[in-house]
């Protein structure tokens, strides 16, 4: 058949991109599991049938397959006229396949070119095809030198076992296989197992051909009729042809292929396979087995790509969600921040000295005004709280940092309950990273990155610059008050005791003595963001914003991240080719199956 070669070259490529994708994800293998379960149906129709090099020669397959103790091995010894299987009353007894042929085709078989996948194995004797010793991927091999050229016919394992793997022998026949003889009995026709296997076979384009095996002959054979019929139609085959194994126990020895005959009386069931054309029937089970190979591998790489689609989905998820808890995180400006208003008035202390004769003035009645305002709110708290600067610091920080691993473990709260959620695969992966992170220590992390960072970085203090210089501008009453605040500064400690022991109200020296004291610059502090009032707001929130930022950097880092840990190895693994290889090899597999 023309373009057998690219066919077998497409899906050769498809199935090492297969095969690297598979290897690719072995580390994964909880999530391997899932995204490969279901391959195993369609893989053998690549690795049993397609995979036959163009240039081995040509056979037609015919497989006998059915349920259990149907008398497979017997029909199959009819059919050859001799006994080729050993045959048993036990159930399950034929265990390793057999295929019979034609002495020139059985050389080139048990060199591994006929039949690709199976381990061929020349058989010695028909009990062979019992001994589960042999590898489950054995093809015993036989031949039969009155077999018309290009013919082997296989007896098989049940396909409706109580052995597993005597399914997954059978799924390898079947993808093998281009005829299949179905061996029924009146016990056996309308088994779910054997209707599905003969359903998938019929989807394959495989020549099924039912045989009623133990038929009773009265009434013209009527009961085997309608249990035929039956079958074809849970089967869902169209209008095949017939044939039926009378009921004789006088069977043993007496190997006739005549006796599988026709339902309607026309011949035996060799008869009709000598007469089939087999290059006919295998080009059109290979069209419909590649056919069926792009439907499921279709599937297949549509599910894989979906999959990296929602785990790269989950991590934008995962990090949106450590942003959205960061924005709820709201620090308070410490020393540093307040820090910046005190050196901004200070640069501005050469123009203040320069007008230093008119300071007298300014510098009085800046003092009232702050003495009146806020030497109270200083005084108390220079009472209420013991002198040290750097507790209010420790405390703001310590706040912060309660703050931080509040949110923290929130978010990784959150992650449990999505994770929970996922399909199987990601979030087993998903929960057991959240199980390995220590929620705690991950927390801290995140508040000592976070905390640590609460200092001011030079794009805010370029921000806080200019928009007190604006300030500075518009705002020529306030600045004075600052500006006079700030002189007070200059000549503090001493000058201030002296200046608001004159001007204010009922506040008297040894109070001022101690706001002049270790509180000084924090009084000042308190007067330049009084005066600086609204303008607070847009000088802070950018700042707030950088800590959030960072807050979200560090819930990303220490908690989405290790979370996702595996999930991102994942991602990784498919994104870096294996699937995108998958999905280009199998493009061209769809484009030869749909030529004509
Ligand atoms: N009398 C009679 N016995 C049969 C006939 N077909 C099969 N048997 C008997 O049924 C039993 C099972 O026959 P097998 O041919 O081994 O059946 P099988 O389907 O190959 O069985 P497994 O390989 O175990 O699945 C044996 O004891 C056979 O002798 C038949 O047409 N007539
Ligand atoms: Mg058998």
């Not at 209707?195 to 045989?211: D, H, N, S, T, W």
């Not at 439907?295 to 995962?318: G, H, T, W």
């Not at 508040?447 to 610059?465: L, W």
């Not at 040894?510 to 330049?528: D, K, L, S, T």
């Amino acid at each position: 058949m023309s373009g057998a070669a690219p066919q077998y070259e497409m899906i050769a490529a498809f199935r090492h991109a297969f095969g690297q994708l598979f290897d690719a994800m072995q580390s994964h293998p909880v999530f391997a599991g899932e995204m490969f379960t279901g391959t195993e149906a369609w893989l053998p129709l690549m690795d049993y049938k397609l995979a036959a090099e163009p240039s081995a020669p040509e056979c037609l397959v015919i497989a006998i397959a059915g349920g259990t103790n149907t008398g497979k091995s017997t029909v199959f010894n009819l059919m050859l006229g001799g006994k080729y299987s050993a045959v048993r009353s036990t159930a399950a007894a034929t265990c390793r396949p057999l295929a019979v042929m034609p002495p020139e085709l059985a050389s080139v078989c048990l060199d591994g070119r006929l039949l690709p996948g199976f381990l061929p194995k020349a058989a010695n004797e028909a009990e062979d095809t019992l001994d589960r010793g042999l590898h489950p991927e054995t093809l015993l091999v036989a031949d039969a030198p009155g077999l018309p050229d290009g013919m082997v016919i296989m007896d098989t394992p049940d396909v409706d076992s109580i052995d597993q793997k005597n399914w997954e022998i059978a799924n390898r026949l079947r993808a093998a296989s281009d005829v299949i003889i179905a061996v029924l009995t009146a016990e056996k026709y309308q088994d779910e197992k054997v209707i599905q296997f003969f359903r998938e076979a019929q989807a394959l384009g495989r020549v099924i051909l039912p045989v009623m095996n133990k038929a009773d002959g009265a009434n013209g054979h009527e009961v085997a009729r309608a249990q035929l019929e039956e079958f074809v139609k849970a089967a869902r085959l169209h209008h095949p042809p017939c044939f039926l194994v009378n009921h004789d126990f006088s069977l043993a020895g007496n190997y006739d292929p005549a006796r599988v005959m026709a339902l309607d009386g026309n011949g035996s069931l060799r008869d009709y396979l000598l007469e089939l054309d087999a290059t006919e029937t295998r080009a059109a089970v290979r069209e419909a087995t590649l056919r069926r190979l792009v439907f499921y591998a279709e599937d297949f790489v549509e599910r894989c790509e979906e999959q990296a689609e929602r785990v790269s989905r989950l991590k934008e998820e995962f990090d949106e969600r450590a942003d959205r808890m960061a924005r709820r995180y709201e620090p308070l400006p410490g020393a540093a921040v307040g820090g910046l208003f005190h050196e901004f008035v200070q640069s501005k202390r050469g123009r203040l000295d320069r007008a230093i004769g008119d300071a007298s003035r300014i510098v009085s009645q800046g003092a009232v005004v702050v003495g009146r305002t806020l030497s109270r709110i200083v005084v108390s708290r220079a009472t209420l709280e013991s002198a040290a600067r750097d507790n209010t610091e420790a405390k703001l920080q310590e706040s912060h940092r309660r703050q931080v691993e509040r949110l923290s473990q929130e978010l990784a709260a959150g992650y449990f309950d999505t994770a929970r959620n996922l399909d199987p695969a990601v979030s087993g992966m998903v929960v057991a990273g959240l199980d390995r992170l220590d929620t705690e220590a991950a927390a801290k992390c995140v508040s000592t990155a976070t905390v640590k960072a609460t200092g001011v970085s030079d794009d805010f203090r370029h921000h806080a610059e200019r928009l007190l210089e604006r300030w500075w501008d518009d705002h020529r009453g306030r600045r004075m008050v600052i500006e006079a605040l700030d002189k007070i500064l200059l000549v503090a400690p001493a000058g201030i005791a002296g200046v608001l022991s004159v001007h204010t109200a009922g506040v008297g020296l040894p109070e001022a003595m101690i706001v002049a004291g270790p509180f000084m610059e924090q009084f000042a502090a308190r007067v330049m963001e009084y005066q600086f009032g609204d303008a607070m707001f847009d000088f802070i929130s950018p700042w707030r914003k950088e800590q959030q930022e960072a807050l979200a950097r560090a819930l990303r880092e220490h908690i989405a991240h290790p979370a996702l840990d595996e999930v991102l190895q994942v991602l990784d693994t498919l994104e870096a080719g294996p699937l995108a290889e998958l999905r280009r090899t199998l493009n061209q597999c769809r484009q030869v199956s749909v030529k004509p």
